[in-house]
C-alpha cells in the first residue's frame, strides 16, 4: 500500500507483532522497523503496538529485577531518536518513585508526548498484575492531526469508567492496547465488551492485540477497529503477525474508520482457531526457547497422532522425529498405523522396541517384587522404558521432547510420571480427549494424515492384555462433561448430580482430580485454550482434606 495521498484520510497502523519476553533490545528493533514500515511503506500517520511491547508480556518476576527498568529506560530513548515522522503507541512498564505502572507512551519526532498508565489491573485466572504494578487513574489524550485521541490499556476497556472519562476530555477515537490471551470464545466476547464501551460514548474504539505464544498463553492477535455505530469496519487475522493499515476519514475533528475493501473474518469455527493456538504455540515455544526441532513418541493412538500433526505444521516435517517403542501387548494395527501416518508425513521415524529394557527392569526387581501381583507398578515400568529412550534421544541429539498426554488424563491422573508425561511441552494438555477427536477431523478434512483407524478403534495406553481407557475411566463423553463443570466452572458434587450425572461417578472423577494435583505440577507446561486451564490459572493445594468431606454445601 502506498502512502494516503487524499487529505481528508488519515491511515493508522496496528503493529500486531510477536514479541520475546525479557528481550527488552530485540523488542526495540521490532518496534523501530515496525515504525518505518508503517511510515514509509503505508504512509500511516501513527502505528499501535500491544501492551507492554517492549518488554513483551507477561514478564512476571522479571519486573522484580533493577536491570529491566535499567534497560527499558536505554530503549525508550533509543526509540525516541529513532522513531520520527509518526506517532508511535508504546507499551512499556513505567518505573517511577511511587511504583511500577503498566504504561504506553505516545512517542513522537523525538520525544514522550503523552503516557497513559492501566486503571484496572487483573489479578485473577491467568494474571497476577497487583503482584508487580500500582494501579492510575489518570486519562490520556494525545492529539493526531488536530483529533483529540484517548488511549486506555487492556483490563481498562471491560470497565465504563476509563472509556467514559477519556470521552470527556474530548477524545474522538479511543485506542485501547492488548495482551489478551486466547481461549475458546474469546473473540465474541471481546467485541461485545467494546460494542458496550462505543454504545456508552459514541466514538470508534481501535482494539490491538499482541500475537504469539508465551509459555502457556497464545495470543492470537485478531485485532479490529469498531464504527460509533457499533460496526466492525476491519479485523486483523487471527494467529498471524503483521503491520496493518487502517483507513480513517477526517472530518470535523474527527476520525471516522472505513470499511475495508478487504477484511478478515471474526472466525467462528472453534477447532480451527483452537487448532491454529495450538500450532502456534508449539512453535513459538519450541523455537524461543532455543529448539530448531522435536522428538514425539508414535504410538499409533489419537494423541500422538494429533500431536505430530500439529508439530509438523508448526515446525516442518525435516523438524519433526517419531519414534515407535513397540511393547508385548502393542496391537500390530498400531504399528501398522503409526507407519503409515510417519510416511505420510514426511518425517523421521524408526522403531525402537523396549522388551529387552522391560525384561531388564523385571529381573533386577524379581526379588523386591516376589510374592506380589501383577499391578500397574508394570504398566508404569514400560512408560517409563519409553520415557527414558525419549529423553535420551532428546538430550543427545539436542531435539525438545513433546509430550502428548490430553487435559482428561491429566485431570484424572491417567499418566505416569517420569514416562509418558517425560518431555519439555505438552501439546494437547488443556485439549479435553473430545477435542482431540474433534480436531483430528478437523485436521484430515485439510490433508487426510491420520489414518482413519486411529480415530475409530477404542482408545488403549497397550500396557496390559486387551487394555482399553474403558477399563479404568467412564467414557469420555461423560468424563469430560463432569471435569469441564468441575475444573472450568467451579461446580460441586451436588451440581454436576443435579446436572444428570451418576453420584459415584461423579465423586470417583472429582475425587481423582483432587489427589492427582501432585502429578500436574509436575508436568511439562502446554498450550492453554480453555478459560481454565492446569497451571497458572487453576492452583489447588497438593495436600489437603477439602475432598474428604464433600457436603451439598461443595459448591
Known sequence: ?????????????????????????GNATAIIEAAIHARDELGAQAVVFPELALCGYPPEDLLLRPGMYERMDAAMRHLQAEITGIHAL??????????????????????????????????????????????????????LQG?????????????????????????????????????????????????ERVRENAVPILYTNLVGGQDELVFDGASFVMSAEGEIRQRMPNFEAGIFPLQFDLRDKKLLPRPAPQSFQSGTDQNALIYQALVLGVRDFVRKN????????????????????????????????????????????????????ARSMKVKYHVLPIEPAFNAFLDILKEEFSGRPVDTTEENIQARCRGVLLMAISNKKGKMLLTTGNKSEMAVGYATLYGDMAGGYDVLKD???????????YRNRITAVIPQRVITRPP??????????????????????ILERYVEQDQGLEDIVAAGFERDTVAQVLQRVDRNEYKRRQAAPGVRISPRAFGRDRRYPITSGYGRHRTQDDH
Open 1 to 25: 500500500m502506498n502512502s494516503v495521498s487524499d487529505s481528508t484520510s488519515r491511515c493508522i497502523a496496528v503493529a500486531q507483532i510477536n514479541l520475546l519476553v525479557g528481550d527488552i533490545e
Open 90 to 143: 508504546v507499551g512499556f512498564a513505567q518505573k517511577t518513585p511511587a511504583g511500577v505502572y503498566n504504561a504506553a507512551a505516545v512517542i513522537a519526532d523525538g520525544a514522550i508526548l503523552a503516557v497513559a498508565r492501566k486503571h484496572h489491573l487483573p489479578n485473577y485466572s491467568v494474571f497476577d498484575e497487583k503482584r508487580y504494578f500500582i494501579a492510575a487513574n489518570n486519562t490520556c489524550v494525545f492529539e
Open 147 to 195: 483529533v483529540p485521541v484517548g488511549v486506555c490499556i487492556c483490563e481498562d476497556i471491560w470497565y465504563p469508567e476509563p472509556a467514559a472519562k477519556l470521552r470527556a476530555a474530548g477524545a474522538q477515537l479511543i485506542i485501547n492496547i492488548n495482551a489478551s490471551p486466547f481461549h475458546k470464545d474469546k473473540g465474541p466476547e471481546r467485541e461485545n465488551i467494546v460494542r
Open 290 to 341: 532455543g529448539f530448531s526441532s522435536v522428538i514425539i513418541g508414535l504410538s499409533g493412538g489419537i494423541d500422538s497422532a494429533l500431536t505430530l500433526a500439529i508439530a509438523v505444521d508448526a515446525l516442518g516435517a525435516e523438524n519433526v522425529e517419531v519414534v515407535m517403542m513397540p511393547s508385548r501387548y502393542t496391537a500390530d494395527m498400531s504399528v501398522e498405523d503409526a507407519t503409515e501416518q
Open 431 to 441: 485439549v479435553p480427549k473430545t477435542r482431540v477427536y474433534q480436531l483430528s477431523h
Open 460 to 481: 488403549s495406553a497397550e500396557l496390559a492384555p486387551d487394555q482399553k481407557d474403558s477399563d479404568s475411566l467412564p467414557d469420555y463423553d461423560t468424563l469430560d462433561a
